[in-house]
């Protein structure tokens, strides 16, 4: 398989759409602050509440957009285009080298486990 732009760019713009969720939550953070310093605390709550609902679900799908977007354009790019074709190790291949991490391990936010795979 060779590298398309229709698949290129789709894979980026999922990449993209997946940040801009995230980008969201600035705008959430930067509202609890605002409640912060008003002393809002219905507010305060309901947007720590909605941060920590929506943190673990946008960082889990970017980290798959990203994932996505790395193997379907530098892993297809490298197949064009290796600059290290010639490293010859019997004990690591290359492509095994070279391509993200999709096995990436759990982590922890705030005592809640969350599989980032």
């Known amino acids: 398989m060779t590298i398309s732009y229709h698949k ?3 894979v980026m713009n999922t990449l993209e ?12 953070s930067n ?3 605002e409640a912060v310093n008003s002393g809002d ?3 305060i ?3 720590s509440h909605a941060i920590k ?14 994932q996505r977007a790395w193997n379907n354009t530098v892993l297809e790019v490298r197949k ?14 290359l492509e095994e080298t070279l391509k993200y ?3 990436v391990a759990k982590i922890n936010y705030d005592d809640v486990d969350i599989d980032l795979s």
Do not use: C, G, H
């Open 53 to 66: 609902a929506y943190l673990p679900v946008y960082i889990r799908q970017y980290e798959s957009a990203s």
């Open 17 to 28: 759409e997946s940040f801009n969720r995230i980008k969201a939550l600035e705008d959430m």
């Open 80 to 93: 064009i285009d290796n600059p290290y074709s010639s490293v010859k190790n019997n004990k690591t291949r």
């Open 45 to 47: 709550v309901e947007l």
């Open 41 to 43: 605390q219905e507010s």
């Open 101 to 103: 991490n999709e096995n």
């Open 8 to 10: 290129t760019w789709e």
């Open 31 to 33: 509202d609890l602050n």
